[in-house]
């Protein structure tokens, strides 16, 4: 396809997902009852407070914020396949650039689930979307976040209604801008933390940036290759490599962002303790970096993607991006788990002998049942808007156009 | 008539004698009292009340002198736990610890110092900079604060801290102080009692109060704009430190002896 080709001459026929109206139905159920796990398991945190979570005031964030920061910058990146369409004018990815929206906007509002009834009052949100600070970062997220709904949904709205197709390029623009925007402040939440050596780096907003192309297409390739599987079609072998070869160049990107995070820090003097902790002696943490992180998440997806031959196996592209998304689950687990169970720099001259709240010592954190089922509530959120949204809205692709499926 | 008179005037100069010589006699036993009591009067002339506005005229800070704070003593926690109503739970890593004892040795001297650890009240606070509702704030006076109506629970102020200075409450409470209110779900940290200050009377701060108590005198509360103050004359005469100055907090707590 040209790459000037432009996207509003869309050849391809969208349809909603068809028929099989038990299997979906039963789908919807399952994935509601564990939406309804989810908000039990919130309920339960707030009305008998946090302290039957694993969170302490040693370690404030868990994995909440692991599931909901996740799903936030997989939102980012679920939405390559439409910015590959429309802003840069790979027409090949067309077809799936309606459901790419779909996926972007469902992951988002599963994270902000998560988030949102994570807090110590969920039920003050309206005085989150009140009051700003614009001194901080995570104001600005608010607004970030919110907007890429909006924007995005405009964008939906422009590559389905015919009359606006025209302007589909200039907002898909926007979306982009608007999500490397949202990926750059998710970063920061993290990199401005003066108090935390671990996160404290310049290369945080960029490695967000990174994660986020990977997650988000890894992502959204498990849920395309899942719809096709459940519609009885597949993808076509040229949409499929093509994806998967992406695939592979983003976890390579990441891979190269991780490796200059840590071993530039691990030579660096200010650095080098955080590094290590991670690298090695970080326990629970060093074994989630070596077998989750670059052994799950990033070598065996590499090795299997490498080559051509194995990038037209459906089943070895599906394995891959799951094993994206679980290393993309444990490499935020330990960013933002060690980052807090490492102890402040307090007398960075003296060691702590003595304490009642545990300076100088590693913390220690162990996620609880109500915790992994308000991620899993997240999750299917985002599913059950994502298999709403395939069935009442022309999104995908018809297998009989031949837009790149078969 | 006019000896009425005269006499009336003998009489009340004579209660008016009366009741000013008393009126000394209570003020010199309220003044006498805490200093033979060995209870070192700060001078809190621009503390206000609740009524007034609260101005960038004062600056309130401690000083903390650590060559007399004692290894194995925590009356300044057990001030403040008992002023604020904080319990401890069958968790301590839950617990509210707005005041902590440390205990540090040097890594060459191994000199070791003991020192109460609590919100250093920066003049720029990173948890104020990061809260996205505003609930934390810093008043114009320097102290760091949470408005508990607007604080939404979300702990970012907490991992900006680089003192580990605030506490999430875990748990239901009970037992509250009216003057203190605290609330399950929300953030809170050392108030430098500023409802002791608000009042006017020239209150020290709990923990200042039970190292005044134990006989430590370790902690100093004042104003570090009034040049006359104890703590701004204590700072003037000592070579002070900020702990992690390096972040150029500007902090409003300081010590001597680390």
């Known amino acids: 396809m040209s790459g000037s080709e432009p996207v509003a001459s869309v050849a391809t026929r969208f349809v909603e997902l068809e028929g099989r109206g038990m299997r979906h139905s039963l789908l919807l159920a399952a994935l509601a009852l564990l939406v309804a796990f989810g908000l039990y398991a919130a309920h339960y945190m707030e009305q008998s407070g946090h302290h039957v979570t694993g969170m302490s005031n040693q370690v404030v964030w868990g994995l909440p914020h692991v599931f909901a920061v996740f799903l936030i910058i997989a939102a980012s990146g679920a939405l390559n396949v439409a910015s590959m369409a429309s802003v840069f004018g790979q027409a090949g990815y067309k077809p799936l650039a309606r459901l790419s929206v779909l996926v972007a906007v469902s992951l988002l509002v599963g994270g902000l689930f998560v988030l949102v009834l994570d807090l110590g009052r969920p039920d003050r949100l309206v005085v989150a979307l009140t009051h700003y600070n614009f001194n901080s970062i995570f104001a600005w997220n608010i607004v970030l976040y919110s907007g890429f709904v909006l924007v995005a949904l405009f964008y939906l709205w422009t590559l389905m209604e015919g009359r606006l197709q025209k302007h589909s390029r200039f907002v898909g623009g926007l979306a982009l801008f608007w999500r490397l925007m949202l990926t750059t402040g998710t970063g920061c939440i993290f990199g401005f933390l003066v108090a935390r050596p671990l996160y404290h780096v310049a290369i945080m907003a960029p490695l967000f940036i990174s994660l986020s192309l990977s997650f988000g297409l890894a992502s959204f390739m498990l849920i395309f290759f899942a719809i096709q599987r459940f519609r009885g079609s597949r993808c076509e072998t040229t949409m499929q490599e093509r994806l998967a070869k992406l695939l592979s160049l983003l976890v390579w990107t990441a891979f190269c962002l991780m490796f200059a995070q840590y071993v530039f820090a691990y030579f660096s003097t200010t650095q080098g303790d955080v590094a290590r902790f991670v690298l090695l002696s970080g326990d629970v943490y060093t074994v989630v970096f070596w077998f989750g992180q670059v052994g799950i998440g990033t070598l065996v997806p590499l090795m299997l993607l490498h080559r051509c031959k194995r990038r037209s196996n459906v089943s070895v592209v599906m394995v891959s991006a799951a094993m994206v998304v679980a290393g993309g689950f444990a490499q935020l687990y330990v960013l933002i788990l060690a980052g807090q169970a490492l102890p402040l720099r307090l007398f960075p001259d003296k060691v702590i002998v003595e304490s009642s709240f545990f300076d100088g010592a590693v913390a220690t954190y162990v996620p609880s049942v109500p915790e992994l089922g308000l991620g899993i509530g997240g999750i299917a959120f985002a599913l059950f808007c994502i298999c709403t949204g395939v069935k009442v809205l022309r999104l995908l692709p018809d297998v009989r156009s031949g837009a790149g499926l078969a | ?258």
């Open chain 2, 1 to 258: 008539m006019t000896k009425a008179k005269h006499g009336d005037t003998r009489t009340a100069q004579t209660l008016s004698d009366v009741s000013r010589r008393g009126f000394f006699r209570r003020v010199a036993a309220v003044a006498t009292v805490p200093l033979t009591a060995g209870t070192m009067v700060v001078a809190l002339t621009r503390a206000g009340n609740a009524d007034e506005a609260v101005t960038d005229a004062s600056r309130w800070g401690l000083f903390i002198d650590t060559t007399k704070c004692a290894t194995g003593c925590d009356a300044c926690v057990r001030g403040c736990n008992e002023e604020h109503g904080i319990e401890s739970s069958a968790r301590p890593e839950i617990d509210a610890q707005w005041i902590r004892k440390v205990v540090v040795e040097d890594t060459q001297s191994k000199h070791v110092t003991s020192l109460p650890l609590m919100c250093q009240h920066c003049a720029d606070p990173p948890c104020v900079e990061v809260c996205p509702t505003g609930a934390s704030f810093k008043r114009a006076d320097g102290i760091v604060l949470v408005d508990k109506h607007t604080c939404i629970g979300c702990r970012y102020c907490m991992m900006a801290c680089p003192y580990k200075a605030r506490s999430f409450v875990h748990e239901s409470l009970s037992n509250q102080k009216s003057y203190s209110p605290r609330g399950k779900g929300t953030v809170e940290g050392c108030t430098l009692c500023v409802h002791r200050l608000d009042e006017g009377q020239g209150r020290q701060p709990a923990c200042v109060e039970a190292c005044l108590s134990g006989g430590r005198a370790a902690m100093v509360f004042g104003d570090l704009h009034d040049p006359d103050s104890d703590i701004a004359l204590m700072m003037a005469a000592n070579q002070t430190t900020e702990i992690r100055a390096d972040l150029d907090l500007d902090t409003g707590v300081r010590y001597v002896g680390i």
